[in-house]
């Protein structure tokens, strides 16, 4: 009698254990997807159990959802949003989606909702980390006229209310080029700016800006575009454009490398700095990683 009960105890031990394992790959295969609200002031999270397991299906299966509108109409997938999907490409963890240009017409937070729903969706496969954009086959730029390039969903924050429309005043200490290029003098400065932005991207966008403050100069190339900017266990990476490396005026590359990073480095979540070029480390840079460079910082004559 107490072989058999034994025996049932240990099948239905494995029973459960079994309806364990199942339940955990149901689990795993929930996806998140991201759609636009209604009002087009936030997007919206809806769980989706994904059928396909091969990467390249699970990407077409994603895109799917991203291009199929809910039979109530209570949100909006956003790739129907009055534009056409041209295009697909899949290789090295990057994903590029080529629309055509009537994604150019979209207004200024939707195309920030539409971008931000696609990302944070499609970064969640495994063999995706960035995502990116091209209209007919041309760079993004944004309402800002910067470079959108790659993406990933630490650019964008956890838009679950109406975040998309808060501005907050923040002050930030940057710095700006001497008279002779040689040296860097800081500044504050006070600005609202939208909390959909990351502050670190904030403050490479006012740096290009260049200073407001009559005997500070630019200390980076005004053409200069930014293609991405993200922070990962306190090394902050800046993606630039080739103009970078073409100075303003007067200044050494040293100034306009420690321009940023001294800036970024005053933020608290950030200890140092890399500086791409496209995506690549120059090889003219002295170092692939920046900390904070005291000794080329002055005052200001007064």
Partial sequence: MRKTVGFLLAILFG????????????????????????????VEVHSHA????????????????????????E?????????????????????????D?????????????????IVRTLTQLDNVTYVGITVEGNQLYDSMGSLVGWMNAEQFINNDGNEINTYEQVRVKLYFASEDGTNLIAAYREKHYSTNTPLERFVVEELIAGPT???????????????????????CYVNLD?????????????????????????LSSINKVQILINGEVPSSFTSTTFERNLDIVTTRDM
């Fill in 15 to 42: 029973l459960m254990l079994a309806a364990c394992g199942e339940q955990k790959d149901d689990e795993e295969n929930i996806l998140q997807v991201y759609y636009v609200s209604n009002s087009e002031t936030k």
């Fill in 50 to 73: 994904m059928e396909c397991t091969e990467p390249a299906e699970q990407l077409d299966e994603l895109i799917q959802c991203l291009s199929t509108n809910p039979e109530k109409l």
């Fill in 75 to 99: 949100y909006k997938a956003p790739l129907t949003m009055g534009f056409q999907l041209l295009g697909v490409r899949c290789e090295e963890g990057k994903v590029q989606l080529d629309v």
């Fill in 101 to 117: 240009a009537a994604y150019l017409e979209l207004p200024d937070i939707t195309e920030i909702l539409v971008r931000a729903a």
């Fill in 213 to 235: 403050i009559e005997g500070l100069y630019p200390s980076i190339n005004p053409a200069t575009k930014i293609i991405s900017v993200m922070t990962k266990d306190g090394i």
């Fill in 242 to 266: 080739e103009n970078f490396l073409t100075v303003q005026g007067n200044v050494s590359t040293d100034v306009s490398i420690y321009s940023i990073v001294n800036s970024l480095v005053e």
